[in-house]
């Protein structure tokens, strides 16, 4: 398989897999544009299917986490007919070199306890090609270390992160534009809040300042209820209406 590096020159030409439709990639692709003077990197396969790795320095990092020198992946996906082959030994391997290459003292990224989450890398897999884990947050998600230097200090999560904690009763959510699937499923999640009468806050993180203080592990998507912290899955509209207990 061949791979194709998205930079500022090809973005506005090419796509991003991870993107539902033209239109969903449009807030992607600029959240990307931003993000590339602070070492940005995003491979995806030649060919169309969702097949890529987006990884970034842990300092510029949306997430609240204490990892200097580390390379943070804020998203690793292989699926559907890309499965079984190797590409994500691929892209893996990619990160590994561009951390060996900076001097990096390894790499990092979140998981979950237990069995795979929606939105999150599969632990199982991380284990076997050497990552450790690093950290815990209350809510389950962790905080996974490939150590590339002998003695590093380990990742670790932010206070806000590690005890997760929202204010107010009701939903709150907390969103970025790094997935392009909050740019279709947050608008209608909001609109049947509305009709339903369900009580939700939305929070949309626009700066990394803010995402780094975000209490949860995760940005893209934290959603909370009566200030617990309920699930990273982006939820569609008909999930929401499940999770609030309701029916259409």
């Excluded at 398989?1 to 090809?10: H, P």
């Excluded at 190797?86 to 979950?112: F, P, R």
């Amino acid at each position: 398989m061949n791979y194709i590096q998205i930079t500022k020159e090809n973005i506005d030409t090419e796509h991003i897999c991870c993107a539902m439709s033209g239109k969903q990639s449009i807030a992607k692709k600029e959240w990307m544009k931003q993000r590339f003077e602070e070492g940005l990197v995003f491979y995806r396969s030649e060919e169309r299917g969702k097949c890529f790795i987006e990884y970034i320095p842990a300092e510029s990092a949306w997430v609240p986490i204490e990892a200097a020198g580390y390379l943070y992946i804020s998203c690793l996906w292989v699926s559907g007919s890309m499965k079984g082959h190797g590409y994500s030994n691929d892209l893996l391997s990619k990160c590994v070199q561009d951390a060996l290459t900076q001097g990096k003292k390894g790499i990092c990224i979140l998981c979950a306890e237990g069995r795979k989450r929606e939105f999150l890398a599969d632990p199982k897999y991380l284990t076997y090609k050497g990552f450790r884990l690093a950290d815990t947050s209350d809510c389950g998600i962790t905080l996974l270390y490939l150590p590339l230097t002998e003695n590093a200090e380990l990742p670790k999560f932010k206070k806000c992160a590690k005890h997760p904690k929202a204010n107010g009763e009701g939903f709150v959510l907390y969103y970025t534009d790094q997935c392009p699937y909050t740019y279709y499923w947050v608008p209608r999640v909001e609109e049947t809040a509305r009709v339903h009468g369900i009580p939700l806050k939305t929070v949309h993180i626009t700066t990394r300042q803010d995402a780094q203080n975000v209490p949860a592990p995760v940005t893209t998507y934290a959603l909370f209820r009566d200030g617990v912290f309920v699930t990273q899955g982006i939820q569609s509209d008909k999930k929401f209406l499940t999770l609030a207990g309701m029916k259409e």
